[in-house]
Structures are given as structure tokens and as C-alpha cells.
């Protein structure tokens, strides 16, 4: 079996899908406590790094997607699949798991 490279210009969502990159959360507190990962909570915003073409409706026709590459979003804490392309962290998650573009 052949090993593949993937990074996120190989990597393109189907459907509804939404590839966002995970931002990277503080070492540590207000107070200068450093965190351990352990101790951290999971990030809930991220920056959308590539989106599906959108969802079919009942007719067939295709609804086309609310977010775009480059959007900064908040999505749901447990949502999605989370992935690891080279150092950076991704969670692929589908758009009704998107709660709001951060402006």
C-alpha cells in the first residue's frame, strides 16, 4: 500500500463538509500559570481552509454554503473529526456545526 501525502490542497470536503484550521490556544492563564494539555479546553474558533461544493435539497438542486476559505468561525466543542496535516490541526465538520463567522 502506498503511503499519500495529504495537506490541505489535496484535501477537499464533499457535500456540506468544512475543513477549519484549529486556532492555536494560550500556554497559559491570565495570571501567568502555564496549562498543561491536559488541562486545556478544546478551541472552539478556527479559520476555514477549504469548503464542499454544498448540501442537495429536495429537488436536487444544490444549495451553495454560508461560509468560504478564509472565514473565521465558531463551531460546536464536540463537532467533527478532528485531523492532523503536517503541524497544523484541522477538524472537519459539517456546516450546520458552524454557530457563527467571527468578525
Excluded: C, H, W
Excluded at 460546536?76 to 463567522?101: N, P
Aim: aromatic share 4%.
Amino acid at each position: 500500500m502506498a503511503a499519500v501525502a495529504l495537506n490541505v490542497s489535496t484535501l477537499k470536503p464533499l457535500g456540506d463538509r468544512v475543513l477549519v484550521k484549529i486556532a492555536q490556544q494560550d500556554e497559559k492563564t491570565a495570571g501567568g500559570i502555564f496549562l498543561p494539555d491536559t488541562a486545556k479546553e478544546k478551541p472552539q474558533v478556527g479559520e476555514v481552509a477549504a469548503v464542499g461544493p454544498g448540501k442537495r435539497n429536495d429537488d436536487g438542486k444544490l444549495v451553495a454554503m454560508e461560509v468560504k476559505a478564509g472565514d473565521k468561525v465558531l463551531y460546536s466543542k464536540y463537532a467533527g473529526t478532528e485531523v492532523k496535516l503536517g503541524s497544523d490541526e484541522y477538524v472537519l465538520l459539517a456546516e450546520r456545526d458552524i454557530l457563527a463567522i467571527v468578525q
